[in-house]
């Protein structure tokens, strides 16, 4: 059998992995769920020392979440609840992961998001991080007809690093933009 230079040997979701800086024995709450694989990818580097928990906007994507963990054979908890009421404890986790590929905060009315960035804080512990993840602008003709109906992705915008600047999170930036998606990440202050 030949191989085929052309085929993607690496692990698709390296990337993802690497930015959100997961590591065994993390406490992991995911938002949303726009894509199973990547959920995965993150929620199986926490180990079994670790725990990872998914918390679904809806059903559709709670159910994308359980069959992409079986898939993997990674163990994730699966709680369905909105972003502005996370049902999950007070300061039990180091990082908050929230998929923002579908535009899950991106489509909130702004007093929702806030309540959504808070609601982030609340559940991380001091010193914990959270990292949106977003699309990234189309480019080409793509940009010139998504432009027309819809400015740039929230957090592509800049409106996600500003949410959580709003919010008390320090150290707020673009991570990167590579392979259509954009990184933001905020930590929560140790004192505070």
Same mark, same amino acid.
């Given at each position: 059998m030949a191989l085929n230079p052309f085929v993607r040997r690496d692990n698709p979701y390296l990337l993802v992995v690497s930015m959100t800086g997961v590591k065994m024995g993390?406490?992991?709450?995911q938002v949303g769920c726009a894509h199973g694989g990547r959920l995965a990818?993150?929620?199986g580097k926490v180990g079994l020392s670790g725990r990872a928990v998914l918390v679904a906007p809806d059903e559709a994507s709670a159910a994308r979440a359980r069959k992409a963990a079986s898939d993997a054979g990674v163990l994730v908890e699966i709680e369905t609840g909105p972003p502005t009421r996370l049902p999950v404890e007070d300061a039990a986790f180091d990082l908050a992961v929230v998929d923002e590929t $579908?535009?899950?905060l991106g489509t909130m009315r702004p007093e929702d998001r806030v309540v959504a960035v808070r609601e982030l804080a609340r559940v991380l512990r001091p010193g914990g991080r959270v990292v949106v993840i977003g699309a990234a602008p189309r480019g080409g003709l793509g940009a010139l007809l998504t432009r027309a109906h819809s400015g740039p992705p929230f957090a592509a915008s800049g409106q996600a690093t500003l949410a959580l600047e709003a919010d008390g999170f320090k150290s707020a930036r673009m991570l990167a933009a590579r392979? $259509?998606?954009v990184f933001v990440e905020g930590i929560k202050p140790r004192n505070g």
């Open positions: 993390d406490r992991l709450v990818a993150v929620a $579908g535009g899950l392979e $259509g998606l």
